[in-house]
Nanobody, 116 residues
Framework: QVQPVESGGGLVQAGGSLRLSCVASGVQFRITTMGWYRQAPGKQRELVASINNVGSTVYADSVRDRFTISRDNAKNSVYLQMNSLKFEDTAVYYC??????????WGQGTQVTVSS
């Protein structure tokens, strides 16, 4: 399916780690940028990290030095390694990607809950 599918969310204690994965199947056009966004209750969706097709990355200030985004172009997949998790990282995490035709696709989201 064209819509990306996320996995890897869950419940973790503060200071712990999680690794999110996202795979896009049935993609007809070359993927350019892939990214992770998150939305906490009562807040707007925000960019967490993105990576383009040559490996350049962008991070939100709040996660820089704790989270690492990576991708596997052959598998149309993107990953988010999250270390030193904080309570305020609790949110639904969404994967998205953009193609060369400027189409943007979003996943359904995966819940990440960090207990303090």
């Amino acid at each position: 399916q064209v819509q990306p599918v996320e996995s890897g969310g869950g419940l973790v204690q503060a200071g712990g780690s999680l690794r999110l994965s996202c795979v896009a199947s049935g993609v007809q056009f070359r993927i350019t940028t892939m990214g992770w966004y998150r939305q906490a209750p009562g807040k707007q969706r925000e960019l967490v990290a993105s990576i383009n097709n040559v490996g350049s990355t962008v991070y939100a200030d709040s996660v820089r030095d704790r989270f690492t985004i990576s991708r596997d172009n052959a598998k149309n997949s993107v990953y988010l390694q999250m270390n030193s998790l904080k309570f305020e990282d609790t949110a639904v995490y969404y994967c998205n990607y953009e193609t060369v035709r400027k189409y943007i696709y979003w996943g359904q989201g995966t819940q990440v809950t960090v207990s303090s």
